[in-house]
């Protein structure tokens, strides 16, 4: 019994590990929306912060550089998104989706020579703990720092939202901009510094698949999760803690029907595999169901582009 | 406190156009001003000036004789200066605390007990933690003008308050306003409104095309007076209306018509029955929100009732949509002109085409024939007198005045029966306002009829043969106008009785 109870514990470890990558980018994807920018360049975002962890890590043979790097270069690519969108006032949506394509290309031109290294061991913190205790053990120790953090970030950014006045701002800037800007509140500024948090926090997301998840570069290695993390944003009604409940079910039913599918059950592969897109939203869509609730979450601004009067 | 404001030689040029052409004018605290102009005659690029939105081409702004820089909003804040938006500045997916909270340094305790002062010494009652979506709004702008408060100001802006405003909040806001003036607080009070430059303030100074015409004591003015200043030629005074006795036939029976809305924000209609002759205009008075939305939509047909309760030229339309009620030649001009009447972001003659999807051959196996749209569109432009030719234009461009002109002309346009107005003139100037009169009074005598659902009490006066009013979802009896006084009105439409 105490090995099937230490297995579970074991199976749910797995499935926080996996739900961390959407977790990360999700939450920066959250606080630029929040501002009212639609950034559909997730995808790119984290691939290039996945490529880049990696490589830096081979170059520099230093994780603590890798990481950082990864989250720099999420950054960098954003500031791409934030010139064009806020400063030339493109379209949100096309360049979003130019920047994703751009970042899979591009990772895929610098990663041409990282494909087949092995990758570095990655520190995880109490594994004595993890060992020793049945159960919670593996649920809550012998992770990265990086998982922690992940898991923490949902609480933290809702209580920045909700208690902060920076996190005021952001709000009020995403329901009106020509408000923010009329009260006179630097709206550019604030849309700039979300979408460079969020360039970051999936920089980092791409970094955990590279560095940790599955420590290795592979061509095309976020598979769609960028996409997930977005649809998650959305299916959250734009709440941390929703997002956090989202990608846990997301992951959960990823890492299950693996085991549905090694176990053999008799159902037809696809639509296993279909499984976790289809209850996520499924689950999502009835949490968040408060009319009222998602009409004072929404940014009410998502997407449209603000221009200053001179 | 003594406060005085000097603008002087402001200048600012939009392409195309010029905004303001070497404003000057003074100001001091004790005193209402009004600055009273028609739509576009420059005073809310004006003030927009002052707060710190945009920025002037030329001159200089002066607060108790020191040259102040007002590059931006904060720099207006930190002289003092408060400003009451037209379109309210508000984050509607905030509460009301957080609106106020979002640019003021106080801690969140100290702010909420300020708040509650200002609150308390004005008897203003509104609910600090509820999101200000849920406001009416005239809550709104109270929210607005506490956040003015807060900072102590100087100087107030108040950028035509009242369009939004029911008239028991008007006078509400105008006791406010006088409270505000005794306590030195310097009032700029943009309106194009003369009623309330004569009742409210104490200056007035005329804008006409970007440049100020006239500054005079209100004590010397007169709403002829004012309106002349205002549009720069002498108003050909409206003809009276003289009622149309040349037909009897009864063109529109509504009888024993209810309506319950499940929506707590509407209200039920209760048994309204009326009648209207062909040539004949009948006007539904009361203070909004006692039903006349819902009334208008069941005649317009966006709410459908069933059939029997509405008969028109002996049919029973009751459970026709819009568009099929257009066929039996009604035709609808409702309230809201930007979401309702007309799609802002499409041209003139997109949206001409809009409602005439059968009645003209405006569409050919499903394509669209532009020719012969604009060819119609451009006749609407001139014969209802619309301020441009240019049918490419986008709608949201035209203003207030010519963008009711094109609807009533789109309506007109194919001769219908019966035209159903609500507010057609809301927030309009007078000239706009008196070509809209003339051409309802016109339909009349043409023998067309027509309902006219309104809150203005001046406009049912002198528009309506008989005039009923709506009183929470109930209407009055109906009155012949000649037995009609607004006294009389102000009774129904506060819920009295008369005889």
New interface residues.
């Given amino acids: 019994m105490s090995f099937d109870l230490n297995f579970i514990g074991i199976l749910i470890g797995a499935i926080m590990a996996s739900s961390v990558p959407l977790i990360l980018a999700a939450s920066g994807e959250l606080i630029t929306e929040r501002s009212g920018v639609l950034n559909l360049g997730v995808e790119g975002m984290m691939i290039i912060g996945a490529i880049s962890g990696f490589a830096l890590m081979i170059i520099t043979d230093n994780l603590f550089f890798a990481v950082i790097g990864s989250m720099l270069s999420g950054l960098i690519i954003s500031i791409i998104f934030g010139i064009l969108t806020q400063s030339l006032l493109t379209n949100h949506v096309a360049t979003g989706l130019a920047l994703t394509i751009f970042g899979i290309g591009m990772s895929a031109m610098i990663g041409k020579n990282f494909v087949g290294i092995p990758g570095k061991e990655f520190p995880l913190l109490f594994v004595n703990l993890k060992e020793n205790i049945p159960f919670f053990g593996p649920i809550l120790f012998g992770h990265s720092i990086i998982l922690y953090f992940a898991f923490l970030l949902p609480f933290i950014t809702n209580y920045f939202l909700k208690k902060t ?1 920076i996190g ?2 952001i ?2 800037v995403g ?2 901009p ?8 630097n709206v550019i500024l604030v849309r700039y510094s979300c979408i460079l948090y969020g360039g970051a926090m999936c920089g980092l997301a791409g970094a955990y698949l590279s560095l940790i998840y599955t420590p290795q570069w592979i061509e095309n290695m976020t598979g769609g999760r960028g996409w997930i993390a977005l649809a998650l944003v959305v299916f959250a009604t734009w709440s941390p803690i929703k997002v956090l409940i989202g990608a846990l079910i997301f992951g959960g039913i990823t890492i299950l029907q693996l085991h549905m599918q090694a176990i053999g059950f008799r159902i037809p592969v696809q639509l296993l595999s279909a499984l976790p897109y289809i209850m996520t939203i499924i689950v999502l869509v009835i949490i968040s169901r408060d009319s009222r609730k998602i ?4 940014p ?1 601004s998502l997407g449209q582009i603000f221009y200053k ?2 | 406190m003594n406060t005085k404001l000097t603008i002087s030689n402001i200048s600012k040029t939009y392409p195309g156009c010029i905004a303001n052409d070497n404003v000057s004018l003074e100001f001091g605290s004790g005193k209402i001003y009004a600055l009273l102009g028609e739509n576009g005659a420059g005073k809310s690029t004006l003030v ?1 000036i002052l ?5 002037p081409d030329e001159g200089k702004v002066f607060l108790n004789n020191e040259n102040i820089k007002l590059n ?3 720099d207006a ?1 930190k002289n003092n200066i408060g400003m009451v ?1 037209q379109h ?7 509460s009301v605390f ?1 609106n106020l ?3 003021s340094n106080e801690k969140n305790e100290e702010l909420r007990f300020l708040v509650n002062e200002i609150l308390k010494k004005y008897n203003f009652k509104i609910d600090l933690d509820i ?1 200000v ?1 849920n406001l009416s709004a005239g809550q709104k702008q109270k929210v607005e003008i506490i956040r003015c408060l807060i900072r102590n100001p100087k100087v107030l802006i108040m950028d035509e308050p009242t369009s939004v405003l029911t008239e028991q909040e008007t006078e509400d806001l105008f006791i406010s306003l006088k409270k505000f003036s005794e306590e030195g607080i310097l009032i700029i009070y943009i309106t194009h409104k003369l009623k309330e430059v004569l009742s409210l303030c104490d200056e007035v100074a005329v804008m006409r095309k970007g440049k100020v015409v006239s500054v005079s004591s209100t004590k010397e003015e007169k709403i002829e007076s004012l309106a002349n200043k205002m549009v720069g030629e002498n108003l050909s005074t409206i003809r009276k209306k003289i009622k149309n006795l040349k037909y009897n036939e009864e063109i529109l029976k509504i009888s024993n018509l209810n309506f319950r809305s499940d929506d707590p924000y509407e209200t039920n209609l209760i048994n309204l029955n009326f009648s209207l002759k062909k040539g004949e205009c009948l006007g539904i008075a009361g203070i909004s929100g006692n039903g006349q939305s819902e009334l208008f939509q069941i005649l317009s047909g966006e709410i459908i009732t069933d059939y029997t309760s509405i008969k028109f030229r002996n049919k029973e339309i009751g459970k026709l949509n819009p568009r099929e009620r257009r066929e039996y030649l009604m035709a609808f001009s409702p309230e809201d002109r930007i979401s309702q009447a007309a799609v802002p972001e499409l041209k003139i003659y997109e949206n001409v085409a809009l409602n005439n999807f059968k009645s003209s051959n405006f569409f050919e196996r499903g394509l669209v024939n532009e020719k012969k749209i604009k060819e119609h569109s451009k006749k609407i432009l001139s014969n209802f007198s619309v301020n441009t030719d240019n049918v490419e234009m986008k709608s949201q461009f035209l203003s207030g005045g010519n963008l009711q002109k094109l609807i009533i002309g789109r309506e007109l346009i194919t001769s219908p029966e019966l035209l159903v107005c609500f507010n057609p003139t809301w927030g309009l100037d007078v000239g706009a306002i008196n070509y809209i009169h003339e051409t309802l009074i016109n339909i009349n005598e043409q023998g067309k009829s027509s309902i006219l659902i309104s809150t203005d009490n001046d406009e049912l006066l002198r528009l309506s043969d008989r005039i009923c009013v709506i009183y929470k979802g109930k209407l009055s009896k109906i009155m012949d106008i000649n037995e009609v006084t607004p006294e009389k009105l102000g009774i129904l439409m506060g819920g009295g009785s008369i005889d």
């Fill in positions: 006045k005021l701002i709000r009020a329901d009106s020509t408000s923010a800007s009329n009260q006179g509140i009409k004072l979450n929404t009410t009067e001179k | 927009r707060s710190g939105v945009v920025k931006s909003p904060l804040k938006f309210f500045n508000l984050f509607e997916t905030l957080e909270s979002i640019d999101p979506l």
